[in-house]
Nanobody, 124 residues
């Protein structure tokens, strides 16, 4: 399974971006929970958001709750991250990932496949 993330870029604080991630194979992700993680320079990769296989259950890191929204389209084999009210501390490389399980999880070790990452830079 290959994941291709896109939609990153440079934006001013308070702005918005929408990240997309497409899986290469049909049914590659429709039965799996999906997640977004991020990694800033010099820091460990951290959980951002996750959504279960049906799209009913989502959870977020406290730092992005109320600003970010994760969603998925199983027909298109894609997952999205809508990011609003961006802050400079949101600057990082963002990674999409496919879990081994159907229920949403923030635990990095439960994710089996990873995208290549897309850079998000928020200027103050």
């Amino acid at each position: 399974v290959q994941l291709q993330a896109s939609g990153g870029g440079l934006v001013q604080a308070g702005g918005s971006l929408r990240l997309s991630c497409a899986a290469s194979r049909r049914r590659a992700i429709s039965n799996n929970a999906l997640g977004w993680f991020r990694q800033a320079p010099g820091k460990e990769r951290e959980f951002v958001a996750t959504i279960d296989w049906r799209g009913d259950g989502a959870s977020y890191a406290d730092s992005v709750k109320g600003r970010f929204t994760i969603s998925r389209d199983n027909a298109k084999n894609e997952v999205y991250l809508q990011m609003n009210s961006l802050k400079p501390e949101d600057t990082a490389v963002y990674y999409c990932a496919v879990s081994r399980f159907s229920t949403s999880t923030s635990y990095l070790g439960r994710y089996q496949y990873w995208g290549q990452g897309t850079q998000v830079t928020v200027s103050s």
